[in-house]
């Protein structure tokens, strides 16, 4: 059976400071792979997704970067965080063939920025 | 842009009650997913519908594709208190395997 994990669970970092939060997912091949970002238990927007090793899409311009070392390894990183980065990050994959839009969540990090 | 409207933003019931929620857009999709969160988890997918009309269960949970393509329904019978959380609709965006989401229906149970 496929799994997927995050970590940290939880994260504190000060403003202007380097973030790395990697998802791994085990049990599939060539996944897609996806981060979110939830703010105050709501709405998940989506940041970045991925079909394959090396190709990152992102959906909205920020403060924000992913890449795709592995087929199974997602990161999402950024150079100097903003308070306004705090929020609830998720990492989901989905089968890269048939029905792709099954997304599977892994427990999230949450990320406070002070 | 596409933008899923999801309807009650919370619920307060009595255990045992049936419950009933929406979701709609004014754009047409052709996949919708219902998920549910707990607090400090992701969301866990419960039912995926991929054809207009389509009437899905799983246990107490009932979903259905609305025949226009733009709504879509859960129903959650008999409800306990370990159906807390907040249930997200979900709908295929653009291509790719990409997901909207609605804002999700925060359910409470009073047992």
């Known amino acids: 059976s496929q799994t997927i994990h995050q970590w940290p669970a939880t994260l504190v970092q000060p403003v202007g400071s380097p973030l790395s939060l990697e998802c791994t997912v085990e049990?599939?091949?060539?996944?897609?792979l996806y981060w979110y970002r939830q703010a105050a238990g709501r709405g998940l927007q989506l940041l970045f997704y991925?079909?394959?090793?090396?190709?990152i899409s992102s959906e909205v311009p920020q403060n924000l970067s992913a890449s795709r070392p592995q087929d199974r390894q997602f990161i999402l990183s950024s150079k100097k965080l903003l308070l306004s980065d705090s929020g609830f990050y998720l990492c989901?994959?989905?089968?890269?063939?048939?029905?792709?839009?099954?997304?599977?969540f892994g427990p999230g990090t949450r990320l406070t920025v002070t | 842009g596409q933008q899923l409207n999801q309807s009650p933003q919370s619920m307060f019931i009595q255990e045992g009650e049936d419950v009933s929620m929406n979701c709609t857009s004014s754009?047409?999709?052709?996949?919708w997913l219902w998920y549910k969160q707990e607090p400090g988890e992701g969301p866990v997918l419960l039912i995926a519908?991929?054809?207009?009309?389509e009437l899905t269960s799983n246990g107490r949970l009932t979903a259905q594709f609305g025949i226009t393509r733009k709504d879509s329904f859960l129903n959650i019978s008999a409800s306990i208190p370990s159906d807390v959380g907040i249930y997200f609709c979900?709908?295929?965006?653009?291509?790719?395997?990409?997901?909207?989401f609605g804002q999700g229906t925060e359910l409470s149970v009073k047992p």
């Open positions: 979900a709908a295929d965006y653009n291509q790719g395997g990409k997901l909207i």
């Open positions: 989901a994959w989905s089968t890269g063939q048939g029905l792709t839009y099954e997304q599977y």
């Open positions: 519908l991929y054809k207009a009309g």
């Open positions: 049990g599939t091949s060539n996944p897609n």
């Open positions: 754009s047409i999709f052709n996949t």
């Open positions: 991925s079909v394959g090793i090396g190709q």
